[in-house]
Each structure stands twice: as structure tokens, then as C-alpha cells.
Nanobody, 119 residues
Framework: VQLQAYGGGLVQAGGSLRLSCAAS????????MDWYRQAPGKQRELVAR???????NYADSVKGRFTISRDNAKNTVYLQMNSLKPEDTAVYYC??????????????WGQGTLVTVSS
């Protein structure tokens, strides 16, 4: 089982990026899917969450700018980031609650993708 995150890069303040994270392997079901981020010298924080039913939650710092969504047919979660600020600079990680063959439910992390916002 693997979560592959991609879409990070360098963008100017006010710009946009779209992150994607695809889950692959012997996956029978996916519950909650999250995006976290970790800035240099800071703890990892939850940025956005989407449930299997489509309900979403966001950190106050990104509300109104970021949108999380998922494509259940593709086992993929997205994070559309608009009006980016330098303080959004971080490594972004996806996390998913997966039911996989032989092991059942568990939390799985992607490898992280770097987002750098220049002022």
C-alpha cells in the first residue's frame, strides 16, 4: 500500500497550486483523508480533512483559500490552494485511513511534497 503525493513547487504569493495524493495497493475502503503540513522548525499540523461522505474541515489559517476534495473512484485526494502566502511554505503530507488486505484499518502517510511561496 502506498500514498503518492505530488504537485508541490515554487509559487509567488497570491498564486495557486493543486496537490494530489493517490492511494494504491490492496485497498478495500478509504475513510478519512487528510492533508497535513510541516513548516521548518514547527510541528506538523492538520490543514484539511475530508470524510468518506464528503464532509470537510479546515484549519482556520486556510479557510476560504484552500479546498480539499476526493475522487473515490481513483482513491485520490486533492488540495486546491489559492491566494497562497509565504507562511503556507511547508512540506505537505497526505494521510489516509485505509482498510487494506490482511491488516485491516490503519493510517498511512504519503512521502510529502514541498510547497514554497515567495513574497
Amino acid at each position: 500500500v502506498q500514498l503518492q503525493a505530488y504537485g508541490g513547487g515554487l509559487v509567488q504569493a497570491g498564486g495557486s497550486l493543486r496537490l494530489s495524493c493517490a492511494a494504491s495497493g490492496s485497498i478495500f475502503s478509504i475513510n478519512v483523508m487528510d492533508w497535513y503540513r510541516q513548516a521548518p522548525g514547527k510541528q506538523r499540523e492538520l490543514v484539511a480533512r475530508v470524510t468518506s461522505g464528503g464532509s470537510t474541515n479546515y484549519a482556520d489559517s486556510v479557510k476560504g483559500r484552500f479546498t480539499i476534495s476526493r475522487d473515490n473512484a481513483k482513491n485520490t485526494v486533492y488540495l486546491q490552494m489559492n491566494s497562497l502566502k509565504p507562511e503556507d511554505t511547508a512540506v505537505y503530507y497526505c494521510k489516509a485511513d485505509l482498510y487494506v488486505a490482511l491488516t485491516g484499518w490503519g493510517n498511512y502517510w504519503g512521502q510529502g511534497t514541498l510547497v514554497t511561496v515567495s513574497s
